[in-house]
């Protein structure tokens, strides 16, 4: 799959659009007498769409209550509660997914013109296009709720008259393309077109695409199909290598790569992934994001219970006797890093990484550690240049997917054990207690969701689709405890960090971007917004 990066940055040149409603004509596009012609032609564009998945992820928790940036320039209103129309956030999700959406269609229309292709190839290559097409759709209607459904390329005038349709109409389409996607797809691809989208990865994404919109008997039936494939396994610290190491770079081949179902491909010099220095702490990076208090306090103590239960957690050493996957997430004051003590208090002696000592130092006390490797460069200029692959599915989604939705469904029986139990364990956790109601499983799938993928960019999505915004991202979010007299880390007080944040029911979906109310009159914006 790598191999094909270099002619996709000369296909992204080829198909550049204009900025408005749907990216919906785009003057240089390839014409069907000058392009579509052999097989090649549509595998390089199709190479193209894979664009469209992310560089990385991580600066999305700064949308929900698990951490603040530590850069602060990059912050934005969004994640202060500012949900403002005219925020040019929503205008560029909105456009640049359209815009997507847009060159699927063209791939799935031109295709048909090529003659000279193997039947296999094409099915394989449809069923990519209608993955991304459903994949795009999801990543509009789950922050916008009704959108327009695309399913063809558009002309100039028909992209002035469409209309949001129904969100029930939006998930069918979606996920009838994945389900067709899923049909034609292999379950492993060999060789050089390793990273392609799979069997696995279009049932994952369609079982997420269930569970956020709450079709918990066909979440967990989709999400048993990926589990019944047998290609997929947890990376297990006991038989394999560390949870940490999990999260580091690794290529084709590695026993790592079994837990990933769906990854973004980046390849050093040609498409390379820049966020080791983007996350990476003052005196080494550019300051990535701050956890917040409340996400340290969501872990577990070793004996499976929580901090306001567990006889092991002192409030002192809140590091000891933890979940392991806390270390993994959180840097902090007293830890070391690339043979670096960090120390975050808020005096001048701790600068750069002391609380407000530096520009882009943390707000929290707390620094972003999970896919930071303490062995690698993340000094030099070649840490902007790396070849690591962001995890976009990994196999701890599906058992959670299935977990969750089986226990909404039937309640929890033995296979919701059996799944969350997986994910708890292979990081050396103990198995959840016998006899847990359905709400009080509930709870504990949703903390399991939290802390196991911290750090990684969905929070914020569990939060809307749990509909939750209200408890967790209004008001005042802190940091660690300091006490200012003794200048002592964990005694005293928390840390206020950042603003006030502001939340109201309908920020549960963005607006629609102003602009493109002014170009369609037939578009109706969300409510509450003005």
Not at 314 to 330: A, I, S
Not at 479 to 496: C, H, L, R, S, W
């Amino acid at each position: 799959m790598k191999k094909y990066i270099v002619l996709l940055l000369t296909i992204i040149a080829f198909t550049s659009c204009e900025d408005g409603f749907l990216d919906r004509y785009p003057k240089d596009e390839l014409s069907a007498g000058s392009f579509w012609k052999q097989e090649q032609d549509a595998v390089q564009f199709l190479t193209s769409i894979y664009q469209y998945f992310p560089m990385f992820l991580i600066d999305d928790e700064i949308y929900s209550d698990n951490a603040l940036h530590g850069i602060k320039w990059a912050e934005g209103d969004v994640a202060k509660g500012i949900y403002d129309p005219l925020n040019g956030t929503f205008k560029g999700h909105w456009s640049g997914k359209y815009g997507g959406v847009r060159k699927t269609n063209v791939l799935l229309e031109n295709i048909e013109n090529i003659e000279d292709i193997d039947p296999t190839v094409k099915a394989q290559i449809i069923a990519q296009g209608r993955f991304f097409r459903a994949y795009l759709h999801f990543d509009l209607c789950k922050v916008f709720g009704d959108i327009p459904v695309i399913d063809k390329s558009l002309t100039l005038e028909e992209s002035y008259t469409v209309s949001r349709a129904p969100i029930a109409q939006v998930v069918d389409f979606i996920t009838a393309d994945l389900a067709a996607a899923a049909a034609d797809l292999p379950v492993e691809w060999a060789g050089e077109e390793y990273g392609r989208v799979t069997k696995g990865a279009a049932l994952a994404m369609k079982a997420r695409v269930e569970l956020f919109y709450s079709n918990w008997a066909d979440a967990a039936a989709t999400a048993k199909q990926v589990m019944d494939l047998d290609v997929y396994e947890l990376y297990d610290q006991e038989n394999t290598g560390s949870y940490a190491e999990l999260f580091y770079t690794s290529e084709q081949g590695d026993p790592r790569k079994a837990e990933m179902v769906l990854e973004t491909q980046r390849k050093a010099d040609d498409y390379e992934n820049w966020h080791n220095k983007w996350s990476a702490p003052p005196g080494f990076g550019w300051g990535g994001i701050n956890p917040t208090q409340s996400f340290v306090d969501e872990f577990e103590c070793i004996d499976g219970k929580t901090i306001a239960e567990s006889d092991l957690y002192d409030d002192t050493k809140p590091f000891e006797n933890r979940d392991p996957r806390l270390e993994v997430n959180v840097l902090h004051h007293g830890e070391t890093f690339q043979d670096q003590e960090i120390r975050t208090r808020p005096v001048q002696e701790d600068y750069p990484r002391g609380i407000a000592t530096h520009r882009d130092a943390t707000s929290t006390g707390y620094y972003q550690e999970k896919f930071l490797n303490p062995n690698e460069d993340i000094t030099g200029a070649d840490a902007w240049n790396t070849s690591h692959d962001w995890p976009i599915i990994r196999y701890a989604e599906v058992l959670l997917t299935y977990a969750e939705a089986r226990n909404e469904a039937t309640g929890p029986d033995a296979e919701v054990y059996s799944a969350v139990n997986k994910v708890r364990t292979r990081v050396g956790m103990p198995e959840l207690p016998a006899g847990l109601s359905k709400d009080e499983m509930r709870e504990r799938i949703r903390r399991e969701w939290r802390v196991e993928f911290g750090m990684e960019g969905r929070r914020w999505l569990d939060i809307r689709r749990w509909d939750i915004g209200s408890e967790v991202l209004q008001g005042q979010y802190y940091g660690m405890k300091y006490d200012p007299e003794t200048q002592t880390p964990f005694i005293g007080e928390n840390v206020a960090a950042g603003v006030v944040r502001q939340y109201e029911s309908h920020n549960r979906l963005w607006p629609i971007p102003k602009s493109q109310l002014d170009l369609n009159e037939n578009l109706t914006q969300n409510p509450g917004y003005n």
